[in-house]
């Protein structure tokens, strides 16, 4: 498999966001094909696994004969997967500040999924959220909608860096569960963040559109170096809250120790309680390819059918 890396630094000086998601997607499906691992078939948008017990009809001889797995060729009727993309875009996203890092990779991958689910004929929408609702989309398949959806999140890229915009994780879920009328993949890109809520209130959320009978992947973005191992060099730093905008000043050395184990308290309780809740975690670390999202996508996409 091949690791599609990309530069975070220059990523908000791309000029055709559209162009570098379908140039993504190509490598990623050229990697799935000479992958020595048989995880996928090469024609993942045509075909789905063949289930035992069900009717040989449609077998794909020739896709067996080159693959030795096999497929049943897949109809218009069975292609038509809603997906829900929800980016955060609050103050913390912005970390780190200079490339823009989490929200980068965010958008980034939002692109690269919007145009593989295009690519197999599935409808996807947009939204943005912070406090507040700041982008709604329409769910479509159309190749129009999605030059749209690329657009926008060009757009978001090109934004200044807001002034202590907060989250409100909690109460977006809730909004996107009424909202959706038909059960729909949502995938939500975060990294949690927020002073103002706990995970308690989160989890409520997420309970809802798994109530509504909507599959959810979420994405946890980190920067790992910093917000994970806390590697600072030692000397005293003036640490502001990109939410809060409140600062204060310590020694990395110093509360090092304190803040991994509370960081690692974290994670591990988030992903308790989404194996809890039948939600799918991926961890991410801005340093790892953007083909750790599409593959977990394709991994889940093959659960949701």
Known sequence: MSRITVDLDSVRNIHNLELLAKRLVEGFITGLHKSPYHGFSVEFSEHRLYNS?????????????????????????????????????????????????????????????????????????????????????????????????????????????????????????????????????????????????????????????????HEVLLFHLTHAETEEDFHFPDKPFMFTGLETGEKIKVQPSEIRDEYVKAMRQFKNELKLRCGQNRIDLVSVDLREPIDKVLQAYLIKRQKVR
């Open 53 to 213: 017990g069900e009717s040989t009809r449609h077998m794909d001889w020739k896709v067996f004969a080159r693959t030795e797995k096999l497929f049943v060729k897949r109809y218009e009727e069975e292609t038509n997967l809603r997906c829900q993309l929800l980016l955060d875009v609050s103050g913390s996203m912005y970390y780190p500040t200079q490339n823009y890092g989490k929200l980068s990779y965010a958008v980034l991958s939002a692109a690269a999924l919007a145009t593989l689910l295009q690519k197999q004929r599935d409808a996807v929408g947009l939204t943005t959220f912070s406090d507040q609702i700041e982008l709604q989309t329409p769910i479509k398949s159309t190749g129009a909608h999605l030059h749209t959806l690329m657009l926008a999140l060009q757009q978001q890229l090109q934004k200044p860096a807001p002034p202590q915009k907060e989250t409100r994780v909690s109460a977006m879920l809730h909004h996107i569960a009424q909202q959706l009328p038909k059960r729909s993949l949502v995938i939500l890109f975060s990294d949690l963040l927020s002073q103002y809520e706990q995970l308690d209130e989160i989890f409520l959320a997420l309970q809802h559109l798994r109530h509504q009978q």
